[in-house]
């Protein structure tokens, strides 16, 4: 007979075997296991929902920083500052540049810190971009270098994306991870377009433009955020960095391939968010720019649409027809400007943001599916796992540097030319370059993926 102080005997593994999460002081979890039905049922989801629903406020307000340069910049003449089109382009893609570089480190930050302490650092981290924003723009005397420094500052924001993707990630379980992480990325996004559509109106409040409003708003928004992260959010002790991961990742060559389909969708849609105030404060100086923030909320709200049309029809096959679609979008834009038809040209590039959009949730589609690829059993589809989750970090890097490609190409465009046609015409011949190479690897008969379901 089995004694029940045996520590093998079945009573007592049960009871060693926690069916909920397990805590210690700090908002530290030290067991966590979302595949266990039991545990999920017993106050994991409850709990990662929580979680997720924080992140995503943080996410949200981190973009909203991150894109906040792109109402401010057309307003800076009239507040007093004497800038070239080139210089207003750079204040414009620099903070997309530093937000960029910034998600690697920022995606190894959340298992060093844990994630709870690091979404609340993040948020605070917020007020010194908002800060000396609202203290840069009421002093025009103010040096490009310094005012471009600045700017600079607000990448800060670009890199909670991949803090906020990573810590999310480890929460919850493999069937219900693409649908938390499509939320949080697209509740992120949505903040571009939110801060288009309000700031501009709380810097008009009264008589004349208070740009100093565009970053005081947010202090007592980051505070919030800071302070619902601390109240609501956990750490997972469970959470660990897995070097190995990137490192494999950053071997495969389709990570490198994924990466550069990733400027051409995530990329356009960061930088024409960024630039598209610019755009039309420039080319139509008669209409008011206040209508830019049409195509930043159309790209936040296409990218699940994407995600689920590529479920259904494969990501390669959503990706090479957004590709299609934005080109021939930027091919209407470039009638539009020939024209100087304003409702052309909103209309091209409205469709330009929702091919964006698309492309990023089918992209994304398509990083699990490449690396599941051949794989033949548990092992080798955990590691496919642990690439697809490095591969979806240095994409997220990569794709964002698009968000600085395209408002200096707008630039050197004007610049050289005094037209933004040469640019466009670049970004449509590499959308074909990037729908040829998507159909060549991924679809082409003969091509060695091209019945794995990409």
Not at 263 to 274: E, K, L
Not at 375 to 395: N, P, Q, S, Y
């Amino acid at each position: 007979m089995t004694s029940t102080l045996d520590p093998a005997s079945p009573s007592r593994t049960a009871a060693a075997t926690p069916t909920g999460p397990v805590r210690r002081a700090g908002r530290w979890i030290d067991h966590w296991d979302p595949e266990d039905p039991d545990f999920w049922a017993g106050g994991g989801r409850t709990t990662a929902l929580r979680n997720l629903r924080h992140s995503v406020g943080a996410e949200f307000l981190g973009f909203c920083v991150w894109a906040v340069w792109s109402v401010v910049v057309p307003q800076l003449p009239a507040a007093g500052f004497d800038l070239t089109l080139d210089e207003q382009f750079w204040l414009i893609a620099v903070p997309s540049l530093v937000g960029a570089l910034l998600r690697v480190p920022y995606t190894f930050a959340v298992p060093l810190f844990g994630g709870r302490n690091w979404t609340v650092f993040s948020a605070l981290l917020l007020l010194l971009p908002t800060l000396a924003l609202a203290w840069v723009v009421g002093r025009p005397e103010t040096p490009f270098v310094a005012l471009l420094a600045i700017a600079a500052l607000a990448g800060f924001g670009g890199g909670n994306f991949a803090s906020s993707m990573t810590n999310i990630s480890f929460f919850f379980p493999e069937a219900e991870k693409g649908k938390a992480l499509g939320l949080n990325a697209a509740g992120g996004n949505l903040g571009t377009g939110i801060v288009q559509l309000v700031i501009p109106s709380i810097i008009a409040i009264g008589a004349g433009i208070h740009l100093e409003r565009a970053g005081l708003v947010f202090v007592p928004l980051a505070l919030l955020a800071a302070l619902g992260a601390w109240r609501g959010m956990d750490n997972l002790s469970t959470a660990t960095s897995d070097h190995r991961s990137w490192t494999k990742a950053a071997t495969h060559p389709h990570t490198w391939v994924i990466s550069t389909l990733y400027i051409g969708t995530f990329g356009s849609f960061i930088g024409y968010s960024a630039a598209f105030p610019t755009l039309l404060r420039t080319q139509f100086p008669e209409v008011t720019t206040t209508i830019a923030f049409l195509g930043a909320l159309l790209g936040a709200f296409s990218r699940p649409v994407g995600g689920a049309i590529a479920d259904r029809l494969g990501g390669a096959r959503v990706t090479i027809a957004a590709f299609a679609v934005m080109g021939l979008a930027a091919g209407s834009a470039i009638l539009a400007l020939h024209l100087h038809s304003f409702a052309l040209f909103l209309a091209s590039f409205l469709v330009l943001f929702t091919g964006s959009g698309i492309g990023n949730g089918a992209t994304y589609r398509m990083i699990p599916a490449v690396f599941r690829a051949g794989a033949r059993d548990g092992d080798e589809l955990a590691v496919a796992r642990r690439g697809a989750a490095g591969c979806i970090g240095i994409a997220g890097a990569v794709g964002a540097l698009g968000g600085f490609l395209v408002p200096r190409g707008f630039a050197m465009s004007a610049t050289a030319h005094d037209s933004l046609v040469p640019a466009i015409g670049v970004f449509i011949a590499a959308y074909v370059v990037m729908a040829t190479l998507t159909w060549a690897i991924y679809l082409r008969r003969g091509a060695r993926l091209s019945g794995a379901g990409i």
